[in-house]
């Protein structure tokens, strides 16, 4: 159960769990290239959701998996909204974000489906829920985190504590 500001909202798409294959999903980078998230890459991938980096919790989530993602070894961080990749590479550059690759899913908007993390019936309908995904070398997920209310932040520790 997702609220946002209190108010029950429902995630269209697939819902995966731990354990699950994670798939592989190709996004547009801040440099309109295609990057892919998911799928065994041979590293450990945090793959942060957020609805839109324009937005006070969206902007600490990515500025806090940016300073802890220095630290970590064999991992790739990301970050995956809507917003255009304009919109991110602007974000990164204004908030020094360089341990973190921002990723757009506005094209086809198949992450959103195939993760299970489209926001149904609320304001911010649309748009991808605040979540978190671990995927380990071999393509697993090995921790998730629906955020409960949308408004808050999710649980760096945990996150971070799937990979160390």
């Known amino acids: 159960m997702v609220t946002f500001k209190g108010n029950a909202v429902s995630l269209k798409g697939k819902t995966l769990n731990v354990g699950d294959k994670a798939p592989k999903i190709d996004l547009v980078a801040k440099d309109l290239s295609i990057k892919s998230v ?5 590293k450990y991938q945090v793959i942060n959701v957020v609805p839109s980096l324009d937005t006070g919790v969206c902007a600490t989530q990515t500025r806090k998996f940016n300073e802890e993602a220095a630290s970590l070894a064999n991992t790739q961080v990301f970050v995956v ?13 204004t908030e020094g974000i360089e341990n973190v690759e921002a990723l757009s899913d506005f094209r086809k908007k198949a992450f959103g489906e195939a993760y299970g993390v489209v926001l149904d019936g609320s304001p911010l309908e649309g748009l991808l829920t605040r979540a978190v995904f ?15 209310e949308i408004t ?10 799937a990979i160390k």
């Open 38 to 42: 998911g799928g065994a890459s041979g």
């Open 152 to 161: 808050t932040e999710p649980n760096y520790q945990s996150a971070l504590g």
């Open 134 to 148: 671990v995927v380990n070398p071999q393509g697993e997920i090995v921790y998730k985190e629906i955020v409960a």
């Open 81 to 93: 909204s809507l917003d255009l990749p304009f919109a991110q590479g602007r974000f990164c550059s």
